[in-house]
């Protein structure tokens, strides 16, 4: 899986890309799971503000703290270690963990910096998004600008983006 955060619709919104998402989850009879950081469950109210989104959606964690990365959704705590809670691997090992715990086809995963102001010595708008579905993972670092709500409403936008991406390239 290679797509990108920005392939799948651009200029599209986040109410947008969540239709697109669980349309195409509906059709393939498949299931998401997401965990998030910086978003703070902004990311499951936009796949659960779609009617239809019962029938796919099975949860998210919203696992804000650093050690709730590695309690909730497995995330190494070496890898936090080594490189703080901000970083790809990070992403994509909560993408992995929650599709496990949450027993979902596909997991979806947002951390990052949203401000005000830099954290753990990377600059506000430091993000990372990542989806792990049956094959295989995808992600995307963007430098985002903006305010913190900014950097929040685009991080949705991106994960939801990547998603759509992996669920049109996946072969059911």
Same mark, same amino acid.
């Given at each position: ?8 619709? =651009? ?22 799971? /997401? ?15 779609? =009617?239809?989104? %019962? ?40 993408? %992995?963990?929650?599709r496990q715990r949450l027993g979902a086809t596909y ?10 102001g830099p954290a753990e010595g990377k600059p506000q ?5 990542? /989806? ?14 903006g305010d913190r709500g900014q950097v929040r409403d685009?991080?949705?936008?991106? /994960?939801?983006?990547?998603? /759509? ?8």
């Open positions: 899986m290679t797509p990108t955060a920005e392939s799948a619709l =651009p200029g599209a919104d986040a109410a947008q890309l969540a239709r697109e998402a669980i349309g195409l989850l509906v059709a393939a009879g498949q299931t998401v799971a /997401v965990a998030e950081s910086l978003t703070g469950g902004l990311v499951a109210a936009a796949l659960t503000s779609v =009617p239809g989104a %019962s029938a796919v959606v099975r949860g998210g964690v919203v696992a804000y703290a650093t050690e709730l990365k590695t309690a909730l959704l497995g995330v190494p705590s070496d890898l936090l270690a080594r490189h703080g809670a901000v970083h790809p691997d990070v992403a994509a090992a909560m993408a %992995s963990g929650v997991g979806a995963a947002t951390t990052g910096v949203a401000g005000p708008g430091t993000v990372f998004v990542a /989806v792990e579905g049956p094959a295989g993972a995808a992600g995307a670092g963007l430098s985002l600008t685009e991080s949705v936008r991106s /994960v939801l983006s990547l998603l /759509v991406s992996v669920l049109r390239e996946d072969d059911w």
